[in-house]
Each structure stands twice: as C-alpha cells, then as structure tokens.
C-alpha cells in the first residue's frame, strides 16, 4: 500500500494503482453507474490527445521542459493503446462536473511517467498531475473539448449507416417502380400509388437525415480549450491556446477551432444538444417506417399481409409457424431509448449554470448511446429492407377491392355521384369498382389504366 494526501486528508491506495487519492474519493463519492470513462468510446483517447497537445503547446512556449513534455507524450500515447484502462475508474456520472475524470487521467499521465522512469508510482516530483500534466488546462475547457471530440469519433460511421439504409430503399423503390398498391391514410383505403413511391419516400427521408447528422457533427470541432476555468485563459502563457489548437488539430487529423466567444464555450452545449435531437428525429424516422412495415407485412393472411418480412427466428414458444416482425419491433425499441436519451441531454444542456455546465459527462454518455443505437438500428435495419417481398398479387386484391378508385373519378363524374356509389357498395356488400362498372362509370378493360394515372399522377404533374 501507499498513501497519499490531499487537503482533506490522506488514503490508502494499492502500491501498484496507478490512480490517485483524487480517483478515489471519486470513487468513493460516486458509485453510481458501475460504468467507468474507460467504458466511454473514445473519450479517454480524446482526453489523452488533449494532454498530449497541451504538453506540446506548453513546450513550445516554455512553460514545460523538454524531458517533462516527452514524458507526458509517451505517457498519453501509452494510454492510447487500452493497456491501462483498468487505472481510469471514474463512473461516467460522477458528480464533480468532469473534476474526477480530468484527474483521474492526470493522476494516470503522472505514474506512468514515475514508473517509466524507474521511480516509485505516487512520486510527482518529477511530473505532477496538476502542476505539469495539467498546465495550462482546467477542468472547464479539457472536459467539454474532450466530450465534443469523443461524440465527433463514435459519430463518424452515423451518415454513412443512413445512407446505407437509404440505398436498400432505394433498390426497392426501383425494383417496386410499377407495382400498384393500395395507399391508405388514418389506417382507412385511401387512393391507388405505388410501391416504388412508398419506399421512395422512406428512401427520401433518411438522405435528409444523413445530411443534417453529417452538418451538426461538424459543429462538435468547435471546442472552449485554451479558455480554463469560465473563459479568461487564466493561468495559461501568451501563445499556449494557438499552440495547443495546432497540436489537437494534427492528432485528430482535422481542423479543431475555438469557440469565437470564449466565455459562450465554456458555458453551453447547445451543438451537443442540436446533434442529440437530430438523433432523435431520425430515429422517430425509424420508428415511422418500422411502424408501417409492421402494419404492411400483418397476418400475412388474416390483415394486410402486402410484404413480407425476412423469417429471423420462431415468433413464438406456443404458436408453431408464427413469424413476428422482429427487427421492426427492435428498431422501435432503440428509437424509445433514443427519445430518452434526448430527454435526458435536453434537461442537462439547459442546466449549466453561470459560467459553466457541470453536467457534461451525462450528455457525452446519454449521446455517444444515442450514437450507437441509431447506426446499429440502421444495420440490422438495412438487411431487413433488403431482404423483404413484396407480395403483388395480395396488393391487387386489396387494391381492386378497395375504394381506391372514387377519389380519381370525382373530376369527371362529381362528388355527390361517386358518393352515391359508395354508400350502395357498402349496402350491397360489394366492392365499389363492381358497382362502379355495373352504373357504367368504366368498363372492366378500363380498370388498370385509370388505377395507373391515378397512381402516377404525381409524375405526371411534376413533368
């Protein structure tokens, strides 16, 4: 064992913990997720490049020698690699407004350089967690740089995903382009269109959603760091913050920018929470479209039965045969949590108070599970649309024993007239097109024809 002290007195820590008295009374303090920043994609490793580049800048400037500043790169790089994840046990939620989690990894920095240099873990004489790995730096502009670019890297594959779900639409919007359907609106028959319109506007939608993602995640490259503690720069020297971005913008392989006002940096969140509700609106697109093929592929004999999902697992312990819907239910699912999650981050961003939001690290966790979700939800969701049918003939005998056809009669024959039809179909327990050709408002060889214009009237509008 070994001891350490602190302004509030000393601890006990394992001689070999490479952990400080700071990391545990986080511990102490915040048993509350059984999750640790280690369990955070990218987030140490975002953390780690922020130390790096700090030791670097502050190199460049002076305010590190050249020995001290090396052995804090190394020590970073070390980390990056995963080997000492078991060292960085902070729980994600812990209280101190990402205090614990920053000094954890500058506890972290600081033995691994007293071990790499062959003296005794819990010796700072040469490179102390505060005064060296954290020079320059706080809590107040490390943590929300290091949350922004952690959200920037889980984030990267999300528009891609989109896109991928978009394309299986769209091969099913041309593979669908001549198949009539009936649409339907308020769950009741509505007028004829086509499979391929359908699956065209689902295709449409994610596209917009894959942009807007793309957009916001850009924004998270605007970072408070150089701004310390509510946005003066105290306590960093005069050249530091330009040093600082050049470095982080080399090891994160894109251009890393300072907030225009730094004191509107370290005070809000609002690019975290623009990207959590876009997460948000397409998964509720998700939700939307898994709903429909829900509905669509019900049955398949006793409902609407029109497609038909891929066969995944059996539906049920008790009922042989059945088949349930199974990716559409999950993709709902994660589209719940992800409703949640943005409840949770909205509530967080509008919480900081005064200079500062001391709740971070519940948005970093609640967005990068948003992140995850959604590009997950996209995958499985992508081999399903790829893998459905389309069932033809079922859809013409929805559609023929519809009303499908009223509406486009109305222009020639009137509304009371096309009326009049369907309350004596209804009567008659006929479908309209039977009574419709029997008081010879067409004729049976007419059917398709008038069902195709219908259809593809938006076309021929938009030519």
């Known amino acids: ?64 020698s050249a020995q001290k500043a090396e052995a804090i790169v190394a020590a970073c790089q070390e980390i990056r690699t995963g080997k000492y994840d078991a060292h960085l046990i902070v ?36 490179v102390h967690p505060n005064d060296h790995v954290n020079c320059g730096q706080s809590t107040n502009d490390v943590i929300p740089t290091a949350i922004k670019l952690a959200l920037f890297r889980v984030s990267e594959g999300t528009s891609l995903a989109l896109m991928q779900l978009a394309a299986a639409f769209s091969e099913k919007k041309r593979e669908h382009s001549q198949t009539l359907r009936l649409g339907r609106t308020c769950l009741q028959d509505a007028v004829p269109m086509l499979f391929g319109q359908t699956f065209g506007g689902y295709q449409a939608v994610i596209e917009r959603h894959a942009k807007h993602v793309d957009e916001l995640r850009r924004q998270l490259l605007v970072v408070p760091l150089g701004g310390t503690a509510v946005g003066t720069g105290l306590n960093a020297r005069p050249g530091y913050k330009w040093a600082v971005f050049r470095h982080l913008s080399a090891l994160i392989g894109d251009e890393i920018k300072p907030a225009a006002d730094p004191f509107d940096g370290m005070q809000n969140l609002d690019a975290c929470a623009r990207l959590s509700a876009e997460l948000r609106n397409s998964a509720n697109s998700f939700w939307k479209i898994a709903n429909d093929l829900i509905v669509l592929s019900s049955g398949p004999v006793g409902a609407v039965g029109e497609i038909a999902l891929p066969a995944m697992q059996a539906g049920s312990s008790i009922m042989p045969g ?33 200079e500062i939001n001391c ?11 948003s992140i995850t979700l959604l590009q997950r939800s996209a995958t499985i969701f992508e081999r399903c649309v790829r893998s459905l049918t389309v069932n033809e003939e079922r859809c013409q005998q929805n559609l023929l024993a519809s009303s499908a056809l009223a509406a486009a009669l109305v222009p020639e024959f009137g509304y009371a007239n096309v009326a009049a039809i369907m309350r004596a179909a209804h009567d008659e327990h006929r479908s309209f097109l039977e009574v419709a050709i029997d008081r010879r408002l067409l004729e049976q060889k007419e059917v398709h024809s008038v069902l195709r214009r219908a259809a593809d009237v938006s076309t021929s509008t938009a030519e």
């Open 1 to 64: 064992m070994r001891t350490e002290e602190d302004v509030l007195g000393k601890r006990e820590l394992p001689a070999d913990a490479l952990h400080g008295i700071n990391t545990v009374r986080a511990l102490e303090n915040f048993p509350l997720t059984g999750r640790t920043i280690a369990a955070l994609p990218e987030f140490v490793p975002a953390l780690s490049m922020i130390k790096e580049a700090a030791a670097l800048a502050n190199l460049e400037i002076g305010a590190l």
């Open 91 to 126: 729980d994600v939620l812990e209280g101190s407004g990402g205090t614990s989690s920053n000094m954890n990894l500058n506890e972290v920095i600081a033995n691994l350089v007293a071990r790499l240099a062959g003296m005794p873990i819990g010796d700072y004489s040469f």
């Open 322 to 354: 059945k088949v349930n819907p199974v990716v559409p239910i999950a993709v709902c699912q994660a589209a719940f949590a992800i409703s949640g999650n943005d409840a949770a981050i909205a509530m967080a961003c509008q919480q900081g108070l005064l």
């Open 359 to 369: 709740y971070g690290m519940l948005v970093c966790d609640r967005l990068i599970d």
